[in-house]
Nanobody
């Protein structure tokens, strides 16, 4: 199983970016999917947003009202639409997904490779 993230880049404050992440490989089902980020010089990876199979979402307080997470279950994809970006949003963004590879097996948490978002003031 692999998660491939895309869509990072550089943008000025106030701008927008859209991140996408697609899971591929041997997949029976996917539970929660999410986006996390790690700011430069920070060893901690913080939750940005998560979404369940049914579409229930959860956001970090710092991004509420600015970021929107969505998913396409048929395409095994999770997206993060980011608007009103701030310099404090600069980070490497990682997607993850809880994946079951076959019926009756346990869930495993997989991570994408990370995509850099840089917001300049």
């Amino acid at each position: 199983v692999q998660l491939q993230a895309s869509g990072g880049g550089s943008v000025q404050a106030g701008g927008s970016l859209r991140l996408s992440c697609t899971a591929s490989g041997t997949i029976f089902s996917i539970n929660d999917m999410g986006w996390y980020r790690q700011a430069p010089g920070n060893q901690r990876r913080e939750m940005v947003a998560t979404i369940t199979t049914g579409g229930s979402t959860n956001y970090a307080d710092s991004v509420k009202g600015r970021f929107t997470i969505s998913r396409d279950n048929a395409k095994n994809t999770v997206n993060l639409q980011m608007a009103s970006l701030e310099p404090e949003d600069t980070a490497v963004y990682y997607c993850n997904a809880e994946i079951r590879k076959s019926f009756g097996t346990r869930l495993y948490l997989y991570w994408g490779q990370g995509t850099l978002v840089t917001v300049s003031s």
